[in-house]
DNA sequence: CACCATGTTAGCGG
DNA sequence: GCCGCTAACATGGT
C-alpha cells in the first residue's frame, strides 16, 4: 500500500525530525531485513549523523555523514515510527535506529521489504535503484515525456502504470485513483488509446499524487504520537477499495475485477 | 482451515 | 524484447 505520497509523508516526519541526529545504538530483530551481517551494519551506522533524507519511487534513503546511504523499502507492511527510546515498541522492530536525542527511529514489519547500507555519495548508484523508471512528480517529468514512454507499449494501462521500470512509485490505490480521474478503464490497451487520453492521464497523475502528498496519504499509522498529517487522504479516495459502493460521480456501483494479478477498482459508466 | 491482500521479482509460454 | 500469467516471499485477516 505504501506508494510515493506515504512514503513522502515520511520522508516529510524524518526531515522534521530525525535530520542532524546521531545514531548512538542499533536494534537488529530481523536479520533477513539487511545486506550485510549486523555486526557490520551496526559498526558502519553507529556514531554517525544522518544528514540528509531523499525518496526515490518507494524507498526511503537516509544519508550519513560518513558517505554510506541506508535503503528502506517497506514493501507490503512496513511502517516507520519516531518513538521513545524506552517505549516497549522498540523492542519489536525490525531495525530501529537509537537517536542521541534519546527517541529511536524504528522501522518495522518490514516482512518482505529491506533495510540496506550501502557505501555512495552518488545516490542513483545504489543497486537497489538502478532499475526504475522516472520520477513522475519530476520537474523534467513532462508530459511529452510521459506520451514518448507509454506511446510504445502493447499493454494494458493500469499495469503499466504500476510498472516500476517504466515509471516509478505508484502502486494499486493510485493507478486506481489516476484513471478514474481520466475517465479511462484499467483494461484499455495503450496502443488504443488517443494522444488525449494519454494527456489526461498525465495531468491526472500529477494532480493526484501532488494532492494526495499535500494531505498525507493514504497509510493508517502515525509516525508519531503529535503526527497530525499520516492519512488524511483516505476520504478522498473515489474507487479504491469502494466495491459495491456508489459512484461519487454516477452513483453506481464500484466494480473490482483482477487486472494484471492485482484488483483493480472502476466505475464502468463513468470510465471507458 | 484455506484463501486473499499487498509489492516485487523470476520464470514460462505466446 | 514485450506481454500476460503464475508462483514465491511474510504476515495478518477472514
Do not use: W
Amino acid at each position: 500500500m505504501p506508494e510515493i505520497p506515504e512514503i513522502e509523508t515520511v520522508c516529510k516526519h524524518l526531515r522534521n525530525t530525525v535530520v542532524n541526529s546521531t545514531i548512538v545504538a542499533v536494534t537488529i530483530n530481523r536479520a533477513k531485513s539487511l545486506n550485510i551481517t549486523p555486526s557490520e551494519f551496526t559498526g558502519i551506522v553507529t556514531q554517525q549523523k544522518i544528514i540528509a533524507i531523499n525518496r526515490r519511487a518507494k524507498i526511503i534513503l537516509l544519508t550519513l555523514s560518513n558517505q554510506h546511504t541506508i535503503t528502506v523499502h517497506f514493501m507490503l507492511e512496513g511502517y516507520a515510527q519516531l518513538l521513545d527510546s524506552d517505549e516497549p515498541n522498540v523492542l519489536q522492530a525490525s531495525v530501529a535506529l537509537g537517536l542521541a536525542t534519546g527517541q529511536t527511529l524504528a522501522f518495522s514489519q518490514i516482512n518482505l521489504g529491506y533495510v540496506h547500507l550501502f557505501p555512495t555519495i552518488n545516490l542513483e548508484e545504489i543497486e537497489d535503484l538502478t532499475e526504475l523508471g522516472p520520477e513522475p512528480l519530476s520537474v523534467d517529468f513532462t508530459v511529452d515525456h510521459f506520451l514518448h514512454l507509454f506511446k510504445t507499449r502493447k499493454g494494458m494501462i493500469k499495469p503499466l502504470l504500476m510498472d516500476q521500470k517504466l515509471i516509478a512509485g505508484i502502486g494499486n490505490v493510485y493507478s486506481n485513483e489516476i484513471l478514474f480521474c481520466s475517465r479511462i478503464l484499467p483494461t484499455r490497451k495503450v496502443k488504443e488509446m488517443s494522444e488525449e487520453d494519454l494527456t489526461r492521464i498525465y495531468h491526472c497523475l500529477q494532480s493526484i499524487l501532488s494532492r494526495a502528498i499535500q494531505l498525507g496519504g493514504v497509510y493508517d499509522i502515525k509516525f508519531s504520537q503529535d503526527d497530525m498529517l499520516t492519512g488524511n487522504y483516505i476520504p478522498h479516495l473515489k474507487v479504491a477499495y469502494r466495491t459495491g459502493a456508489p459512484c461519487y460521480e454516477c452513483s453506481s456501483p464500484i466494480q473490482t475485477k483482477r487486472v494484471g494479478g492485482r484488483n483493480a477498482f472502476y466505475c464502468t459508466n463513468c470510465q471507458h
